[in-house]
């Protein structure tokens, strides 16, 4: 009786062990595919999804992580945030050429990467992602022309050192929170000499913006919220909401303080990746 009561009590805690790894971002080291499931198929066979203008497929809503839902607006937007981007690294006198390596970090369902068609032919193309469903997406829908590869939370990327010319990050940085200087260092790693990093992150400008436009649905929110108006008055960087998807807001000079030990900084740009600021960072040689 005891035996069976004591064989019970283990598989209910290994079970609770179980779901834990696979539910928090603070134990497991990647989100898997089917994260609930002991077993999963990934199908040869492949949806007819609509096409965007570069004859890309277009991933269905649930994989858009809370970019729009209509498809126009979808690539619209992809268009913007990459044009803004490759405005801004050609006024510090960078531009994409011939062989040239091109790292996505974060790249979700490949709603930005997919602008970089016309380079793909003659430049080598990744994207990563700790979000395994969205890479398999990937990789079925979007390779070729790109490369795509799950990684994980901890700050490692598979790659050479200086392996990438060009690295970007859209609104990456505004869920890091632990690990934010280590994956720093991380990109810089794995970035050329001459090669240029883009940023996106929540700081003081993004703030008041939401304090200016609160039709924004995540205004909305975070105008609501106790913390974020207590937090907002006296901060280097706050999180929020950290045991989903954390929120990070940045002290722009705190954040300035933390960039310049590891990179140059070439340009800050306020409200160039919709209510976020980019930032574009140079390796300090």
């Known amino acids: 009786m005891f035996d069976n009561s004591r064989k019970k009590f283990i598989s209910l805690f290994k079970d609770k062990v179980r779901k834990t790894i696979r539910e ?70 960078f531009e994409i050429r011939e062989k040239m390596k091109i790292l996505d970090f974060g790249c979700s369902s490949g709603r930005m990467i997919r602008q970089f ?44 050192e200086k392996y990438f010319n060009f690295i970007y990050a859209g609104s990456v940085f505004t869920h890091i929170d632990n690990l934010i200087e280590t994956w720093l260092l991380e990109l810089r790693r794995v970035m050329s000499d001459d090669g240029r990093l883009y940023i996106t992150v929540h700081d003081n400008d993004t703030m008041e913006i939401f304090d200016k436009k609160n039709s924004i649905p995540l205004a909305l929110y975070l105008n609501k919220n106790s913390f974020y108006e207590s937090a907002r008055k006296d901060f280097d960087f706050f999180v929020m909401n950290r045991s989903k998807s954390p929120l990070v807001f940045f002290d722009l000079q705190y954040l300035k303080k933390m960039l310049s030990s590891m990179f140059d900084i070439i340009s800050i740009n306020p409200e160039t990746y919709g209510y976020q600021t980019s930032i574009l960072l140079k390796r300090k040689v």
């Open 24 to 93: 928090s971002g603070y134990t497991q080291t990647y989100i898997p595919y089917n994260k609930s499931s002991n077993e999963y198929l990934i199908t040869n066979s492949k949806i007819n999804y609509p096409k965007c203008d570069l004859g890309l497929p277009i991933p269905p809503k649930e994989f858009r992580s809370g970019y729009d839902e209509n498809d126009e607006l979808y690539i619209q937007d992809s268009k913007t945030d990459i044009g803004k981007m490759l405005d801004i690294a050609g006024l510090s006198g």
């Open 117 to 160: 068609k016309p380079f793909a032919d003659k430049c080598e193309i990744w994207g990563t992602d700790v979000n395994a469903e969205f890479i398999y997406w990937c990789n079925q829908y979007l390779n070729p022309p790109f490369h795509f590869a799950t990684t994980t939370f901890n700050a490692h990327l598979p790659f050479e």
